[in-house]
């Protein structure tokens, strides 16, 4: 479409008096701008799903169809410089994403693309239990972290890049009649070879993490591209491996299904697979046992839910349960009654 309003342009430049290519370029400029409008609304909902490499694209395919359109052009070009003094390192939880880390630190999920630019993740979906991040202080925003987990970084200056995101984070209803044509979302083949490059390069250097960033790049616009299915595959094995060395149990599981995604008739990502859950239910449940002999009877209980959540009956870890939250039960009964009594 782009190259045809080029075109009608230089006929009504030659022939100013052309009806065909004075009501061709009025069509064609109707649709371009329908199209940019579309791929602009595609941008905004990547953007509040913390998609940002994508919404990126969806605003320049915006701007090459309609390069005056404004809410692309700002979209890419405001930045917003947030002071960041103090942050807290936090460990993600099974379950656990930075919308739910955002409302944990800030009272408010919708902040998330904060902590998303802070540690440069362009995916904020693509995070995994285990892995640490850093929560800045906003100057403006009350910061809900225990005073002892805070550490400082004085003068440090991070640009944001959120791109007016308050304005479209608070936004709670998404587009639902915009779908980027899968075509126009694809990356230029030289774009293609470039990521491809970058992943074989990060992987090389142990980077993996990064290196599954730019592979999926390559997917997204090729899923058949078989270097970058084999080093997704090798990049989830070796990510697994190092995170159940560093006794992440959970999140190396994780990574060995996703190895599985990739190599159905894995055997040694399904041994792991087997081994990070009974490794992890046995330290649970041992660690369960321990505080039960200490009387510290709520953080056993706490230790056999974990347990629990993965297998429901994996050495009784009901009934023990059920006995400690009984026992638990009885001494807040036995404290209530002294404490009406005044007794010691």
């Known amino acids: 479409m782009v190259a045809a309003l080029r075109n009608y342009t230089l006929a009504r430049t030659v022939d100013p008096s052309s009806d065909e290519a004075r009501v061709g370029s009025k069509r064609v400029e109707k649709e371009l701008k329908s199209a940019a409008e579309q791929h602009y609304k595609a941008g905004i909902e990547y953007h509040k799903q913390g998609k940002y490499g994508r919404a990126r694209h969806q605003f320049l395919i915006a701007l090459r169809l309609r390069p005056d359109h404004a809410g692309a052009i700002k979209m890419l070009t405001t930045r917003k ?13 099974p379950g656990e994403n930075l919308a739910k880390v955002a409302r944990t630190y800030y009272g408010d999920y919708r902040k998330f693309p904060v902590i998303a630019k802070y540690n440069n993740i362009m995916n904020a979906t693509k995070v995994f239990a285990g892995q640490e991040i850093k929560v800045p202080e906003i100057e403006g ?78 997917l997204n616009a090729d899923p058949n591209d078989n270097v970058a299915l084999e080093y997704t595959y090798r ?11 560093r006794k992440h149990f959970l999140a190396a599981r994780d990574q060995f299904k996703e190895c599985l995604r990739y190599k159905h008739d894995c055997q040694t990502c399904q041994a792991y697979l087997e081994q990070c859950e009974t490794v992890y239910k046995e330290i ?56 009406e009594q005044g007794s010691p």
């Open 81 to 93: 410089r947030i002071k960041i003094k103090r942050y807290v390192v936090h460990t993600l939880r």
């Open 141 to 218: 925003v009350k910061f809900l972290a225990r005073k002892e987990e805070i550490q400082t970084a004085p003068g440090e200056l991070i640009d944001s890049g959120l791109r007016a995101w308050e304005k479209y984070a608070s936004e709670t209803t998404a587009p639902s009649d915009v779908t980027a044509p899968e075509e126009e979302d694809r990356e230029p083949q030289s774009q293609v070879a470039s990521y491809r490059d970058d992943g074989v390069e990060l992987f090389e250097t142990e980077n993996y993490p990064g290196a599954i960033e730019a592979f999926n790049k390559v």
């Open 235 to 245: 990049c989830h094995l070796q990510q697994g491996k190092l995170l159940f060395e």
């Open 284 to 339: 649970h449940y041992k660690r369960g046992i321990e505080f039960f002999d200490q009387e510290l009877v709520e953080e056993a209980i706490h230790e056999w839910e974990l347990v629990q959540l993965m297998e429901p009956t994996y050495k009784r870890v009901d009934y023990l349960i059920s006995k400690a939250k009984t026992i638990l039960r009885n001494m807040r009964e036995i404290r209530q009654c002294q404490e």
